[in-house]
């Protein structure tokens, strides 16, 4: 499994972005599929997943901001960012976790938000 995020870059406070990321290889055995971030200094964390049993979380610092959301046929899962604040400028990273426990990171996009 190969995961490629893209979609991150400059923005102001308030204002959006949209992070892509693009899977291929054995995706059909998903468990789990989300976005987590990791800011200079602290500990990668999750932002927003859809987790096994098919149930979605988010982050309380990201609810009613962020959406999280998939297209199946295009092997693509998104996450929009709305609103977004200073303390969102992080690298965002998408994880796959297969039925068969394996773990998969993308290499992570910089998102940096401006006050």
């Known amino acids: 499994v190969q995961l490629q995020a893209f979609g991150g870059g400059l923005a102001q406070a308030g204002g959006s972005l949209r992070l892509s990321c693009a899977a291929s290889?054995?995706?059909?055995?998903?468990?789990?599929i989300g976005w987590f971030r990791q800011a200079p200094g602290k500990q990668r964390e999750l932002v927003a997943e859809?987790?096994?049993?098919?149930?979605?979380v988010y982050a309380d610092s990201v609810k009613g901001r962020f959406s999280i959301s998939k297209d199946n046929a295009k092997n693509t899962l998104y996450l929009q960012m709305n609103r977004l604040k200073p303390e969102d400028t992080a690298v965002y990273y998408c994880?796959?976790?297969?039925?068969?426990?394996?773990?998969?990171w993308g290499q992570g996009t910089q998102v940096t938000v401006s006050s």
């Open positions: 994880r796959l976790i297969t039925t068969t426990f394996g773990f998969y």
């Open positions: 290889g054995s995706t059909f055995n998903i468990n789990s």
């Open positions: 859809f987790s096994s049993g098919g149930s979605t």
